[in-house]
T-cell receptor
């Protein structure tokens, strides 16, 4: 069966520090992968998506970047965190247009 | 572009009350429609889906019917429980398997 792993679950980082969040998928190949952010207002904002290794599409300009070094690995990064980067980050995957499977999320607090 | 509008709430009900959360959409073509649920501190879980007009998705007592003529996908449950307290997201599946989410509706069910 397919599973998605996302870590860490919580993270507190100082302003200006780097960030690396990792997401891996098991039990499927060539998935579409996504990073979403959920801010305090509960809405979900698509940050990045990837349809293959090395292929990254950015939905909004921001302080973050994404990479897909392997088929089932998706990494969200920042060189210098801002206070506004705080939020709940969700990784997701899909194979067909019949819905996503989400990870359990990472709660990031930038202090 | 695609968009989803859902009632923002919060919605507060007593146990065994009837629930309706409205969702309307704007899209080109024939998108798939989804409801996701997010319990406190967790990621999103797919609740139900419908892939074509007049389809009814159902799960755990929840139902939603894909109404092309009114571009709607309202979520209903005949008798809510305390355990249904969560945030509910309506979503639309577009091109490149990207999902467009509504802003979410917080449901609180009191005993």
């Amino acid at each position: 069966s397919q599973t998605i792993h996302q870590w860490p679950a919580t993270l507190v980082q100082p302003v200006g520090s780097p960030l690396s969040l990792e997401c891996t998928v098991e039990g499927t190949s060539n998935p579409n992968l996504y990073w979403y952010r959920q801010a305090a207002g509960r809405g979900l904002q698509l940050l990045f998506y990837s349809v293959g290794i090395g292929q990254i599409s950015s939905e909004v300009p921001q302080n973050l970047s994404a990479s897909r070094p392997q088929d089932r690995q998706f990494i969200l990064s920042s060189k210098k965190l801002l206070l506004s980067d705080s939020g709940f980050y969700l990784c997701a995957w899909s194979v067909r247009q019949y819905g996503y499977t989400f990870g359990s999320g990472t709660r990031l607090t930038v202090v | 572009g695609n968009s989803v509008t859902q009632m923002e709430g919060p919605v507060t009900l007593s146990e065994e009350a009837f629930l309706t959360i409205n969702c309307t959409y704007t899209a080109t073509g024939y998108p798939s429609l989804f409801w996701y649920v997010q319990y406190p501190g967790e990621g999103l879980q797919l609740l139900l889906k419908a892939t074509k007009a007049d389809d009814k998705g159902s799960n755990k007592g929840f139902e939603a019917t894909y109404r092309k003529e009114t571009t709607s996908f309202h979520l209903e449950k005949g008798s809510v429980q305390v355990s249904d307290s969560a945030v509910y997201f309506c979503a639309l599946g577009g091109s490149n398997y990207k999902l467009t989410f509504g802003k979410g509706t917080l449901l609180t069910v009191n005993p």
